[in-house]
């Protein structure tokens, strides 16, 4: 059964594939996915991936320039963010500490599924145009999470640097819609 449902999925990933290639030319092509590629390695249609995260490894903890994956066990601070269908986040603004572990719960008060995603404003209009074009894409990286309608999710995160960064909903739509927040870091 596992072998069929593998089948499928491919199947349907090739129909994509030559679709895109129709619309864009076999070169292009093959530069998006050289580009792409490692990011499409952990992408899939199935939602349920994000409900149970990995546990915490300090071994495997990447810095950023905009911090890392936290502790669990040394979370300074708890900070809820609700996210809607009118397309905003509540609150939309956060400030932090530069060293401080914050857990950011996000609760989707809408029907529809919504993320939350960090990074520097460039990357994630990036991210956020790439997602146009595989909406299917998903996540299970420590700086984001996908929120399915009346559930929440968790980022655990240190942010190590000052300045000011943003988090935003990626999924088609909501990112042009104005679906992003900032998180502004500094103090001692």
């Known amino acids: 059964m596992f072998t069929?449902?593998?089948n499928i999925t491919i199947e349907a990933t090739m129909k994509h594939l030559q679709a895109l290639r129709s619309r864009i030319g076999t070169g292009a092509?093959?530069?998006?996915?050289?580009?792409?590629?490692?990011?499409?390695?952990h992408a899939h249609g199935d939602q349920a991936h994000?409900?149970?995260?990995?546990?915490?490894?300090?071994?495997?903890?990447e810095d950023t320039p905009f911090g890392r994956q936290g502790d669990p066990a040394k979370v300074t601070r708890t900070i809820q963010i609700d996210m809607s269908d009118s397309m905003r986040?509540?609150?939309?603004?956060?400030?932090v500490k530069p060293g401080d572990t914050v857990r950011l719960v996000a609760r989707n008060r809408g029907k529809l599924l919504h993320e939350i995603v960090l990074g520097h404003a460039q990357a994630l209009q990036e991210h956020a145009e790439l997602m146009k074009k595989f909406p299917d894409m998903e996540h299970?990286?420590?700086?984001?999470?996908?929120?399915?309608?009346g559930s929440q999710g968790e980022i655990i995160w240190q942010f190590t640097q000052a300045g000011t960064f943003q988090f935003a909903c990626l999924l088609p739509g909501h990112f042009d819609a104005g679906m992003v927040g900032s998180v502004t870091v500094k103090g001692p």
């Open 89 to 95: 986040f509540s609150p939309a603004s956060l400030q």
């Open 50 to 61: 994000a409900a149970k995260r990995p546990r915490f490894d300090a071994s495997k903890v």
């Open 4 to 6: 069929a449902a593998v």
């Open 29 to 41: 092509l093959a530069g998006v996915l050289a580009l792409w590629l490692p990011l499409l390695a």
């Open 140 to 149: 299970d990286e420590p700086h984001m999470v996908h929120v399915k309608p």
